[in-house]
């Protein structure tokens, strides 16, 4: 049988992780600068969950997973709601040309 380590967890969370970190940092349409925090958050949900794993533990690596989850989401619908807010002000979703909130 074929386990995998709690050291590959933490690789593919790092890439997440990283993944997440360069999609903030380079794009500049804030859409994409979303899926990058949602790359972050499943990073840190992955480590929640891998160390959950191999820990004696009981559950609260798992409940943290869901929190991380449930807060995730909630925080994709409130922020896919103000770009759509922008967007019909501004008729733009890209962060530089969004400087300003002014109606």
């Not at 074929?2 to 590959?8: A, D, E, G, H, T």
């Not at 992780?17 to 859409?31: E, P, V």
């Not at 991380?68 to 922008?86: F, K, N, R, T």
Request: hydrophobic fraction near 60%; avoid cysteine; charged fraction near 10%.
């Amino acid at each position: 049988m074929n386990i995998i380590s709690l050291q590959s967890y933490l690789i593919i969370s790092a890439l997440l992780f990283s993944f997440g970190l360069f999609a903030i940092i380079t794009r500049k349409n804030a859409i994409s600068v979303l899926l990058g925090f949602e790359l972050i958050m499943n990073a840190a949900g992955l480590n929640f969950a891998a160390f959950s794993h191999f820990s004696d533990s009981v559950i609260h690596g798992q409940v943290f997973t869901i929190f991380i989850i449930a807060l995730a989401a909630a925080e994709s619908a409130v922020i896919l709601a103000l770009i759509i807010s922008v967007y019909q002000k501004m008729d733009t979703v890209q962060i530089d040309e969004i400087d300003s909130l002014k109606g």
